[in-house]
């Protein structure tokens, strides 16, 4: 026997009712379809046009490349040792920045930094850097000094102020030069701490 179900008319099946879902339907497509294309437009604007001041229109451009360093750095007042390690300067961040990854030795131990560097802006930089003989974040800013970078931080320890200074100089895209200061008071002579030239590696190396 047929089912007495079949002579009923659902409320929302009607024939304007019907018109109506379909226009919702139809909108929601339209809306889905803008959300896709915004989306996909704006991971093209970020490989394209990065939300930030590029790295190879700054200052900062020539540090990128692989490296091999000879690295000077104090062991005592008046005494420095001398060693040989290996960086690799990479832009990462769709540009916005540039990550360094140094290897080498310090006091004939394996020793390791990582320092991310970025332009926040015009002729202003920022760096923070950690490595394995610490072990914890600095961050230093850095402003442009005559032919220089110099990245600057310091430290309130209470009695006494600890600063340091990094400066990047003779930046040619085939070389250039870190030295690192500190003075261990405000007012103190500044003292070089350890001085690191940077040299491209050729593709064979």
Known sequence: MPSAHFGLAWPFCGKKNLS????????????FTLCRDQDAQAQQDLTTQPPCLPIAESLLAPLEGAWTVEWTYRTAPGEFAKSMAQSRIEQDLYGCALIEHFEGT?????????TLFSQKAEGHFDRVRIDSEHGSFTQSEGHVAGD???????????????????????????SFTVEYYMSRSSGAPWALVQRARYRKRGSGE
Request: glycine share 4%.
């Open 20 to 31: 109506v879902m379909n226009k919702a339907l139809l909108l929601l497509l339209v809306l």
């Open 106 to 114: 310090l006091r004939s131990l394996p020793f390791s930094a990582i």
């Open 148 to 174: 220089s970078l110099v990245f600057e931080w310091q430290r309130d320890l209470g009695e006494r102020v600890l600063r340091t200074r990094h400066f990047f100089f003779e930046m040619t895209g085939e």
